[in-house]
Every structure is written in structure tokens, then in C-alpha cells.
């Protein structure tokens, strides 16, 4: 449960949510997220960072209610475990940060909610941790190996 | 037979060994007595002359016989060897030296004179073995003689590979500027620019085709073990089996030779373990008792093909039919399949058709894992059997990886790639050119997809006219059109192997990041083949 580090605070629908600031490797602001073959939601699509291609993961769907639509300059912050990275887009709010000697006395608890590893008191709110690992396994085992099954109705008559 | 295209490898292993025999030798100066040093020296004259004997390079052969004769002698002897031996073997080294030079310079070695050094190393072996010499070593070199060793640093480097896959894509990344740079030299009245451009390019191309160039090696390099495979196998299963490689000397990418190793012992093992049976039942057959496997590397446009054909008992379509059925696939289904499609069952996981699970293989054992490796590098797997006389299983691979020329495909705003060696031509298309998804096409009626559905996008109604990129996906007659919005360009391309997650996405070979960053998906066609005409349901 390694909540002692400095954390990434974003909101979705209401719910606090931080990422391990160690995690983070970069955040991105994009206007588009490109097509992925064999995406399902909650994968929005791919972006590149570094020039390597990262999955991007919608974390309205995954936390919030609907989806993020990017009509202009959207955040991704882009999260690593080893070999795991991933993009999570958060839409276009502004980030914040809560320090390491702001956790000294916060009260944690360890989650069994899904992609929730801990959730810590704090003076006015609740932050839950995301479990970026668990996050990235359970999302990249949606996409498709096999094709997609045709879901919609072929333009060529 | 000419040997030219492996004297870089002579040369490199050559000065690998002359940097042995070097320390060896003064190794040995200062302690005579070490045996294992003269036959550590040994070893590396007798590599050498192996060596020489495969290149035909007769004279450094016979003379390095000679060196190689003389440490022999030495290892038998009670005493420790003389300082007249050591100054002769420096001395001989350097000759020896002075040949690998002018191998290297493509100079002659006939008019070097090896005699008297020869008569030396001869007259003191026989004295040897009688008496031991009396005759005084010869002078030590000197700065004045004619034969002081020189420095002189090789024309060959050894290079990690590591190095060669990062100049490629470095040169992949100069590529995808060009190609950015060339878009906007087109739109520009600069004449200047234009022509930067254009030199650019011409030097950027260059570049490729030399680290291309140096990347490639021959397909031998990945059959030199295959004998001891083949041997240790047919001797497990006490069979007799015989190993033919034809084609050594196709050239392939480093890369894709390195993903070939494991995809080309598995379809040998299988060949040898349940594709050749065993002596008595050949006999029986009117075979010879002896099995043939033959791998064969042949060039086909710009691939290669690697094929493993073994003279054994074959795959019946039949048994796989049932085998599949059994194994729950719709019977109408497999019925209605060619033996040639039903051949490419045993590309699925867990179908095998032999009754022993040995520890080697089973038909179809891994299979899939060929497959999948194969179609990973934008190759393609075909399966040909008939039952009674045999199996072949032929790799059709590109021959160099990474870079390769693309053609860019817009539909909606998306944009992927597909090599411009499988398309055959792209057509402008009405609405009512097409009926009932397919089209006319050079007389007869051609298959068509939406590149759009097959790849899952959501996708409105497109304007028309539209563009139908008509691709070879291989295996026969599987020419299929995909119907895109638009065909943006043609670029060479470095592609990526898909990293994680997204290897074996269906549908995508590898992928391309475009100079604004843009990543492009290239489609691998053999999927979009088994999707057009069916397969891939049946499968």
C-alpha cells in the first residue's frame, strides 16, 4: 500500500483521487486521441509521449458517470509501473498536489474498491489512491485480439 | 565458389584469433611450461586453418598447418619448448599477419615467401623428434630487419547490434521529417529549399540503404545448429534423418533472423518428431528408411521465403477435419473449407493430430506461436501436405525490417499504413460502382471492405468518391479491396514492433509515429485477408 510518497490530485465527479507522484511520468495536454484498433471503453483511444504510443484510459468512465469528449486541449497524465504505461485522461481541470509532510497523521485505509489500493482521511475530504497497476491490467485485457465484432452498419450497400 | 560475402566474417574471426596466438605467444615466452597455453595456441591455428580451408585461401591454409604442426609437437613434448620454437612461431605470426592484410586489401599472397619459414618449422620438427637442436635461434627481430611487426588497426569493427537497431531508427525518425519536409517543399516557390530538401534526402536514403546494408546477414547463420537439433531428435525417436539447407546465402535482416530461430526449430522438431516415420514404417511406404528434411531459403520479389519440407507422413485434411469438429467448430463450417484452409487449422492453439504428446512436439504443437511470429513481422504462414509424402511449411518474410514503404490511408481522421508491397493498385470509386460489397475490377468481381468497420471505428456515412486500395493479402487468390476516404501518400516508413499492451492487436503489424506525432497503425494484410474472405470466423 504505498501511500507515504508525494501525490497527484485530480477530481472526477465529485470523487478525489491521487496517483503516486512517483508513478507519474509526464502530463500531457492533448487536442486529440487517436484511433486504437481494438479499443473498448474505458480505452479513449492512443496518444504518443516520448514518441512511444501510451493507451489512454477515460477516467470519467472509470470513476465518473458518461465520458470525457476532447473538443480542445485535454490533460493525460501519463502513469509508469516497470513496463506498464499507461495514459489517464482526466479532461481539463487544473492538477494539484499533496505533499509527503501533509500525510504526516493522515489516517489510511486500504481499499477493496476496484483500481482503489487505499483511501486516507484528510482534514475536509476523502482521497482515494488509484491502483494504476490493477487499472492498466483490467483495461489492456479489453483489447481485442480477435477483431471487432461488427457493431455497426456497413457503409458499402 | 565464391566465398566474398563471408570474408567480413573471416576477417573478424580471423583477427579475433591472431589477437589469441599474439598474447598466447608471449604468454608462453614467459612460461614455457604452461600447457595450456600451447594448446590454447593450437586451437586458434587449427580455427584458422579451418577457416582458410572454407575460404580457399590454400596458402595461408598450409602454412598455418605448418604453425599448427609445430604446437602439436610441442604439446607431446617431455621439455619445455625452445626459445629458437617461439622466435620461429613469432616470427611466422607475423607472416601470418601479413596474409590476413592483404586478404583484407584483396592483395595476392602468392608472392610471399613462406619457404624458408616452412623449411624451419619442418627441420625443427623432425630434429625433434630425434635429437634436440643444436642450431641457434634465429636474431630476434629487429628495428632494422625486414619483418618488425608493425601497428595496425583492423578494417573490421565489431559492433553491438544494439548500435545498428538505434541508427535505424534514428534513421526511421530522419525519414518521417523528410517526409514532413518534402510535404512543404512541394507547397514552397523557394528553389533553395526545394533543392536542401532534395539533397537531403538523397543522403538520408543513402544512409538507410547502408545500415540496412549492414544489418543483414546470411540465412546460414541461423542453420549452423540445426544438424545437432535434427541428430539429437531422430535419435530420440529412433529415426533416421537426413538434413538438407539449400539457399545459405539469402540475406536477411539481423532482426528478423533473430525471431526466426525459435519459429524455425519448432517446425523442425515437428517435422522430424511426427513428420518422418520411423525406419521400418518408410520401409513398408517403399521409402528410403532414411527421412529428408530440407530447409530452404529462397528471395520472392522483396521477402524471403523459408521453407521446411520434410518427405514424411504428411497432415490428412480429413483427421483435422474430424479432430476439429470434435473439438466443438461448426461442422458445416469446416466442411465447406478447402484442404488448404483446413491445413492452416493446425495453426490453432491445442489442435494436434498426433496421438503421443512427446517431449518434443506434436503436430501443431507451437504452431501457432509460428504463426503468430511470422504474421508479427508482417510475413505470412502457408501450409501445403499431402498425406503419404510429405509437409511443407513456408515462412514468406520480409527481408529487411523497420523501414519499409508505406502507403498512408485516411478514413474519417484516422490514418493508417499498408506496405506498398501488397497493394496492387488504388481506384477511384462512385457509389454505384459498388453492389452487394463488392466491385468490378481488371473483368472480374472483387471483394470489398469498409477499412473503417473491419477495424471497429465508428464511422458515419463518407462523401464519395471514395478510394478503394486494392491489396494482395497472399496465400492465392486473395486480392480484396479496402475502401478508404482517401490515399494521403506514399512514405518509407520505420516501424515499430508493437510494445505493450499493444502487441497482437488484430488487424496491425507494427507502428509508425509520424514527424508531428501522430502514431499510424500499418495493417497487417494477411487479416484483413482471413477477415474478407472468412477465415477468420471459421478459425
Known sequence: ?157 | MDNSQYKALFLHETYDRLSGIEKGLLALENDPWNRAVVDALFRHYHSIKGMCASMGYNTMKEFTHAQEGLLDMMRTMKDKPTEQMLSLLFESFDMLKEMVHRIEDDRPLDDLDTRQLMEEIGRISSAEKTVPSSKPAPEPPTLHGARVPGIRLSKIMKVESGVFDNLLRITGDLLSVLSGLRAIASESGSIEFKEGVHGLGKSVEELHANILSARMLPFTSVTENLPRIVRDIARQGRKEVRLRVEGGDVTLDRAILECMTDPLVHVIKNAVDHGIEDPDERKKMGKPSCGTITVRAYERRDNAVIEVTDDGRGIDPGRLREKAVAMGMDRARIESMSDREVLMLVCMPALTLSSSVTDVSGRGVGMDAVKDMVEGMGGRLEIRSSPGKGTSIVMELPRTAMIIKVLLVAVDAEVFSIPVSRVEKVVEVERDDISDGEMDYEGRRLYLKELGEVMGMEVSERPWPRKVVVVNGGGGPKTFGILVDDVIDEMDAYIRPLPQPFTRLWGTAGLTVMSDGRPVFLLDTSQLAARVFGRQKTA
Request: aromatic fraction near 6%; include cysteine; glycine fraction near 8%.
Open chain 1, 1 to 157: 500500500m504505498p501511500t507515504s510518497g508525494d501525490k497527484l490530485l485530480f477530481d472526477i465527479d465529485g470523487r478525489r483521487l491521487a496517483l503516486e507522484l512517483a508513478s507519474v511520468e509526464g502530463v500531457a495536454e492533448v487536442d486529440r486521441v487517436f484511433f486504437l484498433p481494438g479499443g473498448r471503453q474505458p480505452v479513449m483511444g492512443v496518444i504518443t509521449h516520448r514518441s512511444e504510443p501510451v493507451m489512454v484510459v477515460d477516467m470519467k468512465r472509470v470513476f465518473g458517470k458518461g465520458r470525457y469528449r476532447i473538443e480542445g486541449p485535454s490533460t493525460v497524465i501519463i502513469v509508469r509501473d516497470g513496463e506498464k504505461v499507461v495514459g489517464l485522461c482526466v479532461g481539463t481541470q487544473k492538477l494539484s498536489f499533496l505533499w509527503k509532510k501533509e500525510l504526516t497523521d493522515v489516517k489510511v485505509t486500504p481499499s477493496t474498491d476496484k483500481y482503489i489500493s487505499a483511501t486516507m482521511a484528510l482534514n475536509d475530504s476523502t482521497v482515494e489512491v488509484v491502483d494504476c497497476g490493477t487499472l492498466y491490467d483490467e483495461t489492456t485485457s479489453l483489447l481485442s485480439k480477435e477483431g471487432q465484432d461488427v457493431k455497426h452498419p456497413p457503409c458499402i450497400k
